[in-house]
């Protein structure tokens, strides 16, 4: 055992590392201790034994000696030193540093003798690993473990989790999951004390996550308030990612001389403080603007000017959608074929299941521009995977596309089962409940 190892703080790493494992506490009890004694070690109730604590982390093929311990002087240190670390990988909005600082936490396996900071700890690297992307199945399970102990956590830490299952949810595009999330923690904000960073922040995402559900007058409302920190703060690019955002509220309510001013002041930031990694992000959404108001040309250059740019290949793939559906509308089925097969390739490249949704619009496409028209099993896979993710907008789209293929092929029947399914998650993604509310 190395020197200097607290055997009372060791209790967390054993516990994490089982559930990250999936085995059962009787399991790693076996032939070392009672389940009962494990338990209570894993709870830090009881200091193991050095031979009882080798035996586990053996069984947890664990490397002691890779284990490195903070000597902190006091717990205000370590609540100092996890703020600090949370404020930082919150507020620099730099994916290298992020990946920087997470390798140098996951790298140290820090121990903590009080519960609270040791959950803080696993909060903080659940975010920063959200806010990368990293393997979202993966951060289902880290979120389907730590909700094994949440029923141990403090009101700040109920804020983090749910903040992050918001930010997972919004991730893999269950919009409606998401917004459950946030509206709890705007029940609970009030019984924590958030710092003014902080708060703009989750103002900003509530925006983010409440304009993706088209939720226009109440994501201005929170994106305003986000607007105003980073202001006063001299944040730009925050600045400017606020105003892309209020740009896209503007484009949903169809004001679309209002959305060209808000991205050109975002763009003339770009210019002014040299941002110039964040002219992708906006070079997209004028590209979007011009596809809404049925200028496919334009649409097509600003999208093209994006891709350039973004140096996230994962970012680039909505640039690709964006580019294959602007040619599905004026009838270009070579191009349509060609950048589907660039988006499919970067999927494949990328090895990222998170990321399926765009194999499945890509997908869709190229079927439906092919010689032999759109496949029936390629469609449905489609609308029975945004089905499983609740995203009812892509079920209402391509369940349109696909009665329409079957009126034309002269399947009536099945045309209007489609038409009515259709319409059913139109209502839902609209909000509407009857026709009558149309």
């Not at 080798?54 to 703020?83: G, H, R």
């Not at 880290?142 to 909700?147: P, R, Y």
């Not at 496949?375 to 993710?389: C, L, N, R, Y």
Request: glycine share 4%.
């Amino acid at each position: 055992m190395k020197e200097g190892i607290h055997l009372c703080k060791v209790g967390h790493l054993i516990r994490a590392e089982r559930i990250r494992q999936k085995m059962k506490q009787v399991v790693l009890a076996r032939g070392i201790c009672t389940p009962s004694y494990l338990s209570k070690i894993e709870r830090n109730q009881i200091a193991p034994s050095e031979e009882i604590a080798t035996l586990l982390f053996n069984k947890l093929k664990m490397d002691i000696d890779t284990i490195q311990e903070k000597d902190y002087e006091s717990e205000p240190e370590i609540e100092a030193f996890l703020n600090d670390t949370y404020k930082k990988v919150l507020t620099v909005r730099n994916d290298e540093f992020r990946k920087q600082k997470l390798a140098e936490l996951e790298s140290r396996n820090l121990l903590f003798e009080n519960d609270s900071h040791h959950y803080s700890f696993q909060l903080i690297l659940l975010r920063l690993r959200l806010i990368l992307g990293i393997d979202l199945v993966a951060r289902k399970k880290e979120i389907d473990n730590l909700s094994k102990l949440s029923s141990n956590f403090n009101p700040r830490h109920i804020y983090m989790f749910n903040v992050a299952k918001a930010i997972y949810y919004y991730s893999v595009k269950n919009r409606k999951q998401a917004i459950e999330y946030l509206e709890e923690v705007l029940h609970t904000v009030d019984d924590i004390s958030l710092e003014v960073w902080e708060k703009a922040e989750l103002n900003y995402m509530i925006g983010l996550i409440y304009t993706a559900d088209n939720r226009i007058f109440i994501a201005i409302e929170h994106i305003r308030k986000a607007l105003g920190f980073f202001q006063e703060n001299f944040l730009m690019n925050r600045v400017l990612e606020c105003y892309v955002l209020i740009g896209v509220t503007q484009k949903r309510s169809e004001q679309f001389e209002e959305a060209f001013e808000s991205y050109y002041k975002a763009k003339q930031l770009c210019d002014e403080f040299n941002l110039d990694s964040e002219k992708g992000l906006v070079y997209h959404n004028l590209g979007s603007l011009y596809g809404t108001m049925g200028k496919s040309k334009e649409a097509i250059n600003f999208l093209m000017k994006a891709i350039k740019i973004k140096k996230d290949t994962r970012s680039q793939l909505i640039s690709i959608l964006g580019i294959v559906i602007e040619y599905s509308k004026i009838k270009d089925k070579s191009s349509v074929n060609q950048w589907c097969e660039k988006g499919i390739s970067l999927y494949i490249q990328l090895k990222d299941e998170s990321l399926i949704s765009y194999y499945h619009h890509f997908n869709f496409f190229k079927s439906l521009h092919s010689k032999s028209g759109l496949s029936e099993e390629i469609a449905v896979a489609a609308i029975e995977h945004f089905k499983k993710i609740q995203d009812h907008q892509y079920i209402n789209k391509y369940s349109i596309a696909l009665a329409e293929w079957y009126f034309n092929n002269r399947k009536y029947k099945l045309s209007s089962i489609l038409y009515n399914e259709a319409n059913r998650y139109g209502y839902i993604y609209r909000k509407n409940q009857k026709w009558e509310d149309l």
